[in-house]
């Protein structure tokens, strides 16, 4: 059976800079709360017109020209969203058409901030089982579109952005080790985005409701992800028969500093070994985990058969964790 290998990554964030002290002018808070709560001090915002698959696409070259391929060698493409340009289509078939992807089936992801995760098990499975040879797979928000700019509650957390990697099918033995995904409706209460399905369909009501924007508890949300974060991590090892002291690299899905640290605390892995971008990226849910990984892997921090440690937990709830080696 093959193993599926991580070849190039690529990642990008707009331009635009929001910081915690242009927040301070936008509602209630303060960049001391801010920083103190989750550890953010700014996050990139997408210029209006650039949207969820631009992101996407410029994530995706940089990932292409790293690994030396054209697209149309690429056999699927899959984005992990939960903002995508629109309902219909996938945003994957947006990024498939700019890119010439001639060749690739694509699809969408929503596992909201675990999306990547859930991708990577996707991938994974497919090239394993032998039916695709060369995936892309995506992690891309445009969460200010969907902020509630006059809810402090959660517009000092999300940012925009995008990640890439493209994995392929090898007979080494790195690669993907080990992927586990965790899904538990009965938690959809405490993160969702209410407005524009079939439950409330598009409607002045709706809007006035302010319906189309993230709603999170986030007390209750953080409770939880940590409790579940901290059994995970320490699960992912004791199936792959691995010590805290293997993992070269802790990459975290970056939602909040406190969260981070408590899961790294309790597998014995100190912050040296963690990756966060948090504190310039803010919360890009699906797209947090393949920025870090990218800004981790150029930056040499990941070196040839390192064990990395992947986890995310978002809205679902859904909670997810990978092995690699490099
Ligand atoms: O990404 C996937 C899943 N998401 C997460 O994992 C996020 C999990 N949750 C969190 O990261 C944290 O719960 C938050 C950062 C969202 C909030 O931190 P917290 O320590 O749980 O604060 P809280 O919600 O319990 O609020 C504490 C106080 C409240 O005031 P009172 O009721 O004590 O008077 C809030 O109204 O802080 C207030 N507050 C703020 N104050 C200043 C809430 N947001 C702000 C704000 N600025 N932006």
Not at 40 to 48: D, F, G, N, Q, S
Request: negative net charge; contains cysteine; glycine residues 8%.
């Amino acid at each position: 059976m093959p193993t599926a290998k991580i070849i190039a990554t690529g990642s990008y964030v707009p331009s635009r800079r929001l910081t915690n002290a242009d927040l301070e002018k936008m509602v209630e808070t303060s960049d001391e709360w801010i920083l103190e709560r989750t550890g953010i001090r700014e996050r990139r915002i997408a210029a209006a017109g650039e949207n969820t698959s631009d992101l996407a696409y410029e994530a995706a070259t940089a990932a292409l020209s790293r690994a030396g391929l054209s697209a149309d060698s690429l056999d699927l493409i899959i984005v992990a969203t939960i903002t995508g340009d629109m309902p219909i289509p996938a945003t994957a078939c947006f990024l498939q058409n700019r890119l010439g992807a001639h060749n690739a089936a694509a699809f969408d992801i929503n596992a909201a901030c675990s999306g990547f995760l859930f991708g990577l098990s996707t991938a994974n499975a497919y090239i394993r089982s032998g039916m695709y040879k060369r995936i892309l797979l995506v992690g891309a928000e445009a969460l200010s579109r969907f902020t509630d700019w006059e809810d402090r509650n959660t517009c000092v957390l999300f940012g925009d952005g995008a990640g890439a990697v493209i994995i392929e099918a090898s007979d080494g033995s790195v690669g993907i080790m080990s992927v586990d995904i965790h899904s538990d409706g009965s938690y959809w209460e405490l993160l969702n985005l209410p407005g524009g399905g079939s439950k409330y369909p598009p409607s002045e009501e709706a809007a006035a409701n302010r319906m189309y924007y993230i709603k999170m508890k986030g007390n209750e949300t953080f409770k939880v992800a940590v409790r579940t974060l901290e059994k995970l991590v320490v699960d992912a090892l004791e199936k792959n028969n691995l010590k805290a002291s293997d993992i070269a690299l802790l990459i975290p899905h970056q939602a909040n500093l406190r969260i981070i640290s408590a899961t790294a605390s309790r597998l014995g892995v100190g912050m040296d070994r963690v990756m966060v971008n948090l504190d310039r990226c803010g919360n890009t849910s699906a797209a947090s985990i393949p920025i870090a990984l990218d800004e981790a892997a150029s930056s040499g921090r990941i070196k040839e058969n390192d064990y990395i440690l992947l986890e995310a937990f978002g809205g679902g709830l859904t909670w997810a964790s990978a092995v690699i080696k490099w």
